[in-house]
């Protein structure tokens, strides 16, 4: 008896096999005898004899016999009934122990070669007119049966050596001829596809099985289309990968593979596949994993921070203290920081910096003019143009799970038709609730547990009392003159000249021009400006250097007109002249302190009071009090404010005064007015007063108190509870101002000398 091991083809009973001499005794191991017995056994795998075990067959064989040998050692073996196989044993060559199997003949002679007939005439019409029609033909006529096609073309059909084996076992004939005939007509459709010559086919078959052969048709040549161009994937195949390779959570996944079938369903040319499409590619660029905290080095932060930025200790001093608690509990978010102060004082750039500091990603978000929660919430994905929210999409700038995220202007979010945004900041920042934020987009929680958030503002007046609740306030107060100097000096100037190409040797600007910069040609408590004006100087240069016009500049002040093409600003500077009724106010804006003057005037009337210029609201309610306190002050005055109106002005910076903190100025140039007595334009005053005469606490003295150095006062009044505010005050300023701590109106008043 011969063994013969066989892979990935259809051996069933019926029909004869031929061999090539040499193969065959390769393959069987030893020359064959007429009327020897065969058996072929069918492989699992394709494997190479030596490493053929007896667990690489299939369990049912196929009996048979050797039926010729022609001169040239040519053998035919015709297959007889299928075999189950007991036992095999290999040593030199392969044993078997077998017992016979039954096929189950349900369809008769007639009926099965009915079928053949059919697969036949099919197989016939599309050769013909084909250029090895004839060829063909010659060989298809030679068949007699649906086996012997399939045995005979079973190389060539587009199915699995599985496939094949599920063939072979099948007992029914009806089954086993069922089979044969689907992969037959298969492999019919796909030439027909390949064929340029497409006849008519016959339409029931055509239907049943053009789909089928399509569908493996593209899944073939998509395979061969990926393995050359492993970038164009197709979209399901690309998705399919990331999303298991991205790490999702559970729910993500199923959401994620909710969708992807969507997708498989829809197809390319439906309205939802751009839908499908976007939100697939958003939720596999997120990253899912979680980062494990990683100790930082204090000492390599702390670097960091005073490399980047000049000044600033406290900050700096406050955002190492954060880092150590977050060393010491092991954790990566650690408590939110506000950072409020002035536009241009650092507050976003220090954001980079402490990512730098803790190696981690950065991310900034800006929320100014955010009215809608959906812009921090998300869009429902039920509509063409939905988005993920702000949060969510800086996730996926930042490219991590645990970036260093910065929320630019929480000061400015604005409450609006479209919900609360800054409810669904609330719970953003809430470390109760951000391990599951879910943002309506994309439908599933991600864990925010990790993101160190770090807000900034320019007010804290504007910022709703819950969310400030969560967040730990560090003031950025801006900087002193000299300061600004070393700003520009150490990272300004460089940098600009570095991002323009303009080296050391091309460009000198001198200390004094630098200051003459930050004196005249800017007014803030940060350095935008300043930068805005290195930046030019550098553009400036690299024009005339290119132009090969001058190899070197120097910048002086005198040139600075002519450089930054703008003349130097009118500062407020105190009043030459001494009045009564005029006194000098300290107010804080949005964009550092200012200086401001307060005039009265009694004019004919019958006791109005008539307020003009760029007050608001509440600095409007402070004239009443001033008012009432100075008449309760001086009933027997009572006559003038009968007799007269008063008129009281504040003439028009640019920035509209409010607050409450103008109650001391008021007061006093109305006593100054009533007394008729002047006051130095060289003090200044800032406090809220109460209708008794009590001096009240203000905000933002670090920056009025500058507004007062730069502006040449000599001696401030402040409300005596502010005293501890001048731990932040810069000593540079500290030193030229005289400062004097008040609690009760009467102390200024003897101040001032009226
Ligand atoms: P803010 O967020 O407070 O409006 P930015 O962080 O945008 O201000 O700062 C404006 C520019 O000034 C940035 O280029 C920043 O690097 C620079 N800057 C601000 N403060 C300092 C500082 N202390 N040292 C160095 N550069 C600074």
């Not at 036949?120 to 599309?126: D, E, G, I, T, V």
């Not at 930046?535 to 007109?561: F, N, Y």
Request: aromatic share 6%; charged share 25%.
């Amino acid at each position: 008896m011969i063994v013969v091991p066989f892979y990935n083809m259809i051996v069933v009973p019926g029909v004869t096999f031929f061999f090539q001499s040499e193969y065959f005794q390769e393959v069987a191991g030893k020359k064959p005898n007429t009327g020897e017995d065969v058996i072929f056994l069918m492989l699992k795998e394709d494997k190479k004899k030596e490493d053929m075990t007896a667990e690489d067959f299939y369990p049912i064989g196929i009996a048979g016999v050797v039926d010729t040998l022609d001169k040239e050692g040519n053998i035919g073996i015709k297959a007889k009934h299928r075999v189950d196989v007991e036992k095999i044993e290999i040593n030199d060559g392969i044993q078997v122990e077998a017992a016979l199997r039954e096929d189950i003949e349900d369809w008769s002679r007639e009926e099965l070669d009915q079928h053949y007939e059919e697969v036949k005439s099919a197989y016939l019409n599309f050769i013909a007119g084909s250029r090895w029609g004839i060829m063909a033909r010659n060989y298809i006529m030679q068949w007699n049966s649906v086996s012997e096609m399939a045995a005979t073309l079973s190389y060539q059909l587009k199915i699995s050596n599985a496939e094949k084996y599920n063939i072979i076992q099948q007992d029914k004939m009806s089954d086993r001829v069922t089979l044969m005939e689907k992969a037959l007509y298969e492999f019919l459709e796909m030439a027909k596809l390949a064929s340029a010559a497409q006849t008519e086919q016959e339409a029931s078959h055509e239907q049943l099985y053009r789909e089928d052969a399509i569908k493996k048709q593209m899944e073939y040549l998509q395979r061969e289309l990926d393995e050359m161009h492993p970038e164009s994937m197709s979209d399901v195949r690309k998705f399919e990968k990331k999303i298991q390779e991205s790490g999702m959570n559970e729910t993500a996944r199923g959401e994620a593979a909710k969708v992807l079938n969507r997708m498989k369903q829809e197809g390319q040319n439906s309205q939802e596949y751009g839908i499908l499409y976007d939100y697939l590619d958003f939720v596999t660029s997120l990253s899912w994993k979680s980062e494990e905290p990683s100790e930082i080095d204090l000492g390599k932060a702390e670097e960091i921070l005073s490399q980047e930025h000049y000044g600033l200790k406290k900050v700096k001093q406050r955002i190492l203290q954060q880092i150590a608690v977050m060393n010491l509990k092991k954790e990566q978010a650690g408590s939110i920081l506000l950072f409020v102060g002035a536009p241009g004082t650092g507050k976003t750039s220090i954001g980079q910096s402490i990512a730098k500091a803790l190696n981690r990603a950065y991310v900034r978000v800006s929320l100014g003019g955010v009215r809608d929660e959906a812009e921090i919430r998300g869009h429902r994905r039920t509509y063409i143009g939905a988005m993920p929210g702000r949060i969510m999409e800086g996730i996926k700038r930042s490219g991590a799970s645990n970036p260093v995220m910065v929320l630019d202007e929480v000061d400015k979010l604005a409450k609006d038709y479209g919900g609360d945004p800054s409810s669904a900041l609330l719970e953003v920042l809430d470390p109760e609730q951000n391990s599951t934020f879910t943002d309506h987009y994309m439908n599933v929680p991600y864990d925010l547990s990790n993101v160190l958030f770090v807000c900034t503002a320019n007010t804290l007046d504007t910022i709703p009392e819950p969310l400030l609740n969560r967040m730990e306030v560090i003031s950025f107060s801006g900087y002193t003159a000299m300061e600004k100097l070393q700003i520009a000096k150490r990272h300004l100037l460089p940098k600009a000249m570095e991002s323009m190409g303009v080296k050391n040797k091309n460009l000198k600007v001198s200390d004094a021009a630098i200051q003459a910069m930050i004196g005249d040609y800017t007014m803030e408590a940060g350095v935008r400006g300043l930068k805005k004006c290195m930046d030019t100087l550098c553009r400036v240069a690299a024009v005339k250097l290119v132009k090969g016009e001058q190899k070197s500049i120097t910048v002086s002040p005198k040139r600075l007109p002519q450089y930054l093409d703008q003349k130097p600003m009118r500062h407020d500077h105190i009043l030459k002249e001494k009045k009564p009724g005029i006194i000098t106010g300290l107010a804080w804006t949005q964009a550092g302190g200012d200086i401001l003057f307060i005039e009265t005037l009694f004019t004919k009337g019958t006791g109005k009071i008539i307020i003009t210029g760029q007050l608001g609201d509440v600095m409007k309610e402070s004239v009443q009090i001033a008012v009432s306190l100075v008449k309760s002050m001086y009933p027997d005055k009572a006559e003038i404010f009968e007799k007269n109106d008063l008129h009281i002005h504040v003439p028009a910076g640019a920035i509209p005064k409010d607050g409450p903190s103008a109650g001391i100025t008021l007061t006093t140039a109305i006593v100054s007015l009533v007394n008729d007595r002047a006051v130095s334009p060289a003090i200044a005053m800032t406090g809220e007063v109460s209708l008794r005469g009590g001096v009240l606490p203000i905000g933002g003295l670090p920056e009025k108190l500058m507004a007062a150095q730069r502006a040449g006062i000599t001696t401030v009044f402040i409300p005596e509870e502010n005293m501890e505010d001048l731990d932040d005050v810069a000593e540079e300023v500290k030193k030229k101002l005289q400062i004097q701590p008040v609690s009760r109106v009467e102390e200024v008043l003897t101040g001032c000398g009226i």
